[in-house]
């Protein structure tokens, strides 16, 4: 459209929400393009009228129907479209790491200072922004990961990539929001790694990528 998008607060009114789990901040004459929810009770604003042009994937969709909200049967992460949208900043790039690994955000300082088992894979921090999280990303022949909108743009560019969970202190189903965008995908939902149970790092990983569909 040619048109500058704004970043709206969190707080703010008329605003669209197309990315994250967020649709629990919500409001009077908010849009929906492509956002979900954590988990389902995680809805909590039932009594705001927003509209839902598209959920994240299905189980948002029903968890915004439950609410009485119109959701359309399809749905979709908008994060799908980065590597479209960032194009001319990644075409030229070529694989030059077999494996890189992308903590949650909340993970990522102790996970760098204290696994022992990753010191030949490079870990990529996904605050560093947009441009550089994608280049990165193309710079993996194979990628480990606890954030969804990494897997999500790194499907898209047709690289392998496998969930694990390296943080524990989550306070709520951490895998919910992957099996939301696994329903959009045709694909079952494969459980993720457990980065401080396995016994083998190697074997988990080659076995998940035996057993892991690429969408």
């Known amino acids: 459209s040619g048109i500058e998008p704004e970043f709206a607060e969190l707080e703010s009114d008329n605003k669209l929400l197309c990315c994250g789990s967020i649709i629990n901040a919500a409001k009077d004459g ?13 809805l909590t604003n039932h009594n705001a009228k927003y509209v839902c042009h598209m959920a994240r994937g299905k189980l948002s969709r029903d968890a915004i129907r439950s ?39 909340c993970s990522y300082e102790e996970f760098i200072k204290h696994d022992q088992r990753i010191k030949n894979i490079p870990i990529f921090d996904v605050t560093a922004g947009i441009k550089e999280v994608i280049q990165k990303i193309k710079r993996c022949k194979i990628i480990l990961t606890e954030s969804l909108h990494v897997m999500i743009v790194a499907e898209a560019l047709g690289i392998p990539t496998l969930m694990v969970q390296m943080w ?43 057993e892991e569909p690429q969408p």
């Open 168 to 210: 524990t202190g989550h306070k709520y189903d951490f895998a919910w929001k992957f099996k939301d965008y696994y329903s959009t995908t045709g694909r079952e939902f494969i459980k993720p790694i457990l980065w401080n149970e396995t016994k083998s790092l190697e074997t988990d990983i080659e076995n998940a990528l035996e």
């Open 30 to 42: 908010d849009k929906i393009w492509g956002s979900g929810v954590i988990t389902p009770d995680q």
């Open 67 to 105: 609410v009485g909200i119109h959701a359309p049967d399809f749905a979709g992460d908008p994060a799908v479209l980065m590597p479209f949208i960032y194009s001319h900043y990644i075409e030229q790039i070529t694989p030059d790491f077999y494996m890189g690994v992308f903590p949650h955000v």
